[in-house]
């Protein structure tokens, strides 16, 4: 969702960024031209049809800063600079890259309007796995496209072997609900470890769930397809709860509005 700054367009361990630029997301072979108003889901990265690249990062950048400044709990405050956002993205496009984690955008108009991340763990955690960043553009709150990025990363993460994912969220925000919805539960949490601002300290959630056909809808939409859904917005950076075993990453998720 990497680095590991606060918040931005993919930071890690923080909450998500907003991209600016609105990268062209070529379509599938074979597939029809999408409508003027359809959102298409693109796997990034390698095996991708959306190449994790530097205009890729520009548009990460872009969405995740109009997200934070319209309220979204992803990891920065309401007011924050671009250069703040893209020092954390910065990692995450790597990851990308390389292929160290797995993403999907969610593209309308040739532009970013979501983005989902998941990060497998390694070594003796590769059965593990952390959902970096879900977030989705203000405008299109309710419409589907948080649980759309949910299920493609939950199909990605059964598809790679992974069968515990996590979450890390700022209480407060919302975001129990939307999770809950894909079999996650609260595992600990971190008092106080988010602050919004002066004498305004917020608990952070470790959310986490054990990957199952159920909740990957159908263990079928990787890759390019996906179910639909909205963005839920997290906290900041950091992971963990109290005596909860989490993951060390510093990556958090989820978009503004209401999660669907």
């Given at each position: ?55 890729f990062g ?21 007011i ?14 790597d ?117 199952t ?6 263990a ?41």
């Amino acid at each position: 969702m990497v680095p590991r700054p606060v918040s931005g367009p993919l930071p890690t361990g923080s909450e998500p960024v907003s991209p600016e630029s609105e990268p062209h997301a070529p379509e599938s072979p074979g597939s029809a031209s999408p409508g003027p108003d359809q959102v298409t889901l693109r796997r990034v990265g390698p095996g991708g049809t959306w190449a994790s690249d530097s205009a890729f990062g520009v548009a990460v950048v872009t969405l995740w800063h109009r997200v934070a400044e319209s309220g979204g709990a992803v990891g920065f405050a309401a007011i924050v600079s671009r250069a703040e956002v893209a020092a954390v993205v910065a990692g995450l496009v790597d990851d990308l890259r390389s292929g160290r984690a797995f993403g999907f955008a969610l593209n309308r108009h040739r532009t970013l309007v979501g983005v989902g991340v998941l990060r497998p763990g390694r070594g003796l955690s590769r059965h593990t796995g952390e959902i970096v960043a879900v977030m989705v553009d203000p405008d299109l709150r309710g419409s589907g496209s948080g649980t759309r990025l949910m299920t493609a990363l939950l199909a990605q993460a059964h598809e790679v072997g992974v069968q515990k994912v996590q979450a890390a969220v700022r209480d407060g925000a919302g975001l129990e609900k939307f999770f809950g919805r894909f079999g996650f539960a609260e595992w600990g949490r971190r008092p106080g470890w988010i602050r919004v601002g002066p004498g305004q300290d917020r608990d952070e959630i470790i959310l986490g769930a054990t990957v199952t056909t159920a909740n990957t809808g159908t263990a079928a939409s990787t890759g390019t397809a996906a179910s639909t859904g909205t963005a839920a917005s997290t906290g900041t950076a950091g992971t963990a709860g109290n005596a909860t075993p989490v993951s060390t990453s510093n990556t958090h998720v989820i978009s503004p509005g209401t999660p669907r």
